[in-house]
């Protein structure tokens, strides 16, 4: 299976996006002056919502699905909101177009989108299906927990451009698409969009997609943070979606994986209509047995708080995502090494996962807990045996 990435379109971006055969999300007016290097000169809050859109662009690998959800504007006759697809990802992560005159389709666009990723036809359908019947429609819905909750929580809490949703919910979606359009497919690699009829055609003319593919690289600006003792949360998500699973890591791999494969990757995974949110979220696949871990991600030292909030996650988890697909919850917490281990706050930390696991034995393995520390200019990432 595959993660399947939901981008935001207009009538505009929507038509180049599927003549040029790409999904982009943009950075406003900014300049990511950040990637590959250790300074920038932007704010605190502009720098953070960067970087947070760069880990939902890192999440994307090969062969994962693209759907794209054209927003409402009663000014072009969109009357709701659509989803369309389906599309895969061609190649893993996605890259740096930055926000500048060479910016490509720049002005045909007119926004700046600045991270994005090529795509290829799947199952490519005319028709959309409506929000109405893709998140409000509940005749067939036996249970709430059945609901496409990811992209109910996105528009509850404000627009982002590139979304993940759970392998049982784009398979719901990939339904509808299939019902909408009784099951036919368009055929051929070259598609556009009609505004008037608001439907997929095929395209006879061809259009290449020759702009700049710049590799995003967020470890110097996290280094530096580091180093400085800024808080990083964002830039460590951004760094463990990019690398988990790549080999480009190893320790992260093996403290995580160990030597599984996932089926499924996830950030910033909305649980609850509060604004709770899972930092990283993998499902993995150990034969017959499939393992979700929410992960929770510190720049600082792990404390007796972070437990509460893994309770948290664990709770969900059972009521929202259990029972649509069937997996053992291993709860992770990922956190700054504590250099002195008879300090008081570590043995506080380890009494909080002991009782933890004691409470949850039934619903939940035990709290894994994983330490980093900057070594020769990486990451060194070790599961902490407690």
């Known amino acids: 299976m595959s993660t399947t990435h939901v981008f935001i379109v207009d009538t505009t971006t929507f038509k180049y996006h599927l003549e040029y055969l790409f999904a982009g999300t943009g ?17 605190h809050t502009t720098e953070n919502n960067l970087v947070g859109m760069i880990a939902d662009s890192q999440r994307i690998r090969k062969g994962d699905f693209i759907i794209f959800y054209l ?99 784009s398979e719901r979606l990939f339904k509808l ?6 099951r036919q497919t368009l055929s051929g690699q070259k598609f556009t969009f009609d505004v008037q009829t608001q439907e997929i055609k ?32 964002t830039h460590l ?12 890591n190893k320790e992260l791999d093996k403290s995580l994986l160990n030597g599984l494969n996932f ?18 979220m993998l499902s993995l696949i150990n ?20 437990t509460i909030q893994i309770q948290r996650y664990v709770d969900w988890l059972e009521q929202y995502y259990i029972p649509n697909r069937i997996s053992d919850i291993q709860p992770v917490l990922i956190s700054k090494k504590i250099i002195n281990k008879n300090s ?9 996962f002991k009782q933890f696991n004691e409470k949850n034995q039934q619903r939940s393995m035990p709290i894994k807990y994983v330490e980093y520390e900057l070594k020769e200019n990486n990451l060194k990432f070790q599961e902490i045996i407690y």
């Open 237 to 248: 998500q951004a760094y463990v979606i990019q690398n988990i699973g790549r080999g480009t």
């Open 287 to 306: 034969g017959n047995v499939r393992i979700i871990l929410p992960i929770e991600l510190k720049s600082v030292e792990a404390t007796t708080d972070n």
């Open 27 to 43: 950075a406003k007016d900014n300049v990511i002056d950040f990637n590959n290097n250790p300074n920038t000169t932007l704010n």
């Open 71 to 169: 927003q409402q504007n009663y000014s072009e006759k969109v009357w709701e909101g659509k989803f369309y697809g389906i599309f895969k990802a061609k190649e893993d992560l996605s890259f740096l177009d930055n926000n500048d005159s060479e910016q490509f389709l720049r002005n045909e666009l007119i926004k700046s989108l600045t991270f994005r990723t090529l795509l290829e036809p799947f199952d490519v359908y005319a028709k959309g299906v409506t929000e109405w019947e893709a998140l409000d429609e509940i005749k067939y819905i036996q249970s709430p927990n059945q609901m496409l909750w990811s992209l109910i929580y996105r528009k509850l809490k404000g627009n982002r451009g590139n979304t993940m949703i759970t392998i049982y919910e």
């Open 177 to 182: 698409l299939r019902d909408k359009n009784n």
């Open 202 to 233: 095929i395209d006879n003319t061809t259009h290449n997609y020759t702009g700049r593919k710049e590799k995003i690289n967020i470890l110097p600006r996290l280094i530096k943070k580091y180093r400085d003792n800024k808080a990083f949360e």
């Open 344 to 352: 008081e706050n570590y043995k506080k930390v380890i009494d909080s």
């Open 263 to 280: 089926e499924w990757l996830g950030n910033e995974v909305s649980c609850g209509v509060g604004m709770q949110r899972i930092d990283v």
